[in-house]
């Protein structure tokens, strides 16, 4: 197994360079290609305050599929579904990236109503609006006190509190944060009691956390019962394939089966789209 690992690298290394040496286009698009899917994912990293120079990007860009082509080929024996696994490692990297972006969103957003908690607590003693930013940042873990010390940086260099807030909307995209940047530039523009006003969208907040959590409660039955249907009929397949192997021969063989075997793959499909279209709830 090692041998056929290494034989597999040694030649995907001479036939990306014989392609480099022969056909200057290869170098020149697959450079390109790794600009594009660096400008992609160093803006999302930046965001995260993840620093990754681009020299570890590219290298693992190049790795990904060139490891899950060696698995492939190490599982299946067959350069075909080698080529199927590495063309699947070249989404790995631009995934990765985008669920740390969406975990790390999600940890933002369930701590938005402790910052609150903090920022109401600081201007009740008397704190202006950058000093209690300047205690949630000293308080709070991450990512929520990266971004607020980001904010205090702007606010710092020039930016307006507008302005610095508004950035951080747009670089989080979370809804709960939407409602207290807009309450405390409402009440910031009309003279209104700041810390009133973050306690109520506080309180807005895990009202609407907890109905949420009931929702998504209530759902858990029709989506298990989603899956369970789902699943239930190719594993029936399966265990009567094991038992008899030409039980279905009829279906493949004879133009009313096929017919047959086509309806009832495009109802299963259907069936479980609508199931899992039905027992989703937006917010």
Partial sequence: MLIAIIISIIVF????????LFYPSVEKQT????????DQMSPKLDRMFLDI??????????????????????????????GIFAALGLAIPMTVVRILEHKRRKKFAGQI?????????SLK????????????????????SQEFSLVIRQMRMG????????????????????????????????????????????????ERNKLIGK????????KLQGIIMSIIPIAFALVVYKSDPHFFDVFFKNDFGKMILGYAIFSQVLGTYFIIKLSKVDF
């Avoid at 450079?31 to 660096?38: N, Q, S």
């Avoid at 860009?61 to 350069?79: E, H, M, N, R």
């Avoid at 109503?113 to 607590?121: H, K, P």
């Avoid at 929702?215 to 029709?222: G, I, S």
């Fill in 159 to 206: 930016f307006s509190v507008e302005n610095a807030l508004q950035d951080l909307k747009k670089r989080m995209r979370v809804d709960d944060l939407d409602m207290v940047v807009a309450a405390l530039l409402i009440a910031k523009e009309t003279g209104g009691d700041i810390t009133e006003t973050l306690s109520k969208v506080a309180n807005t907040i895990q």
């Fill in 125 to 144: 003693v008397g704190m202006s609006l950058q000093q209690a930013f300047e205690v949630l940042v000293e308080e709070m873990a991450a990512p929520i």
């Fill in 31 to 38: 450079l390109f290609w790794h600009k594009k899917k660096l």
């Fill in 53 to 82: 120079s681009p020299a570890r990007l590219i290298l693992l860009d190049i790795a990904s599929p060139l490891i899950c082509g060696i698995l492939g080929y190490v599982i299946t024996k067959k350069p075909i579904a080698a």
């Fill in 13 to 20: 290394i001479g036939v990306f360079y014989l392609a480099n």
């Fill in 113 to 121: 109503v402790d910052g609150i908690m903090i920022l109401c607590s």
């Fill in 215 to 222: 929702v998504k409660a209530l759902t858990v039955q029709a």
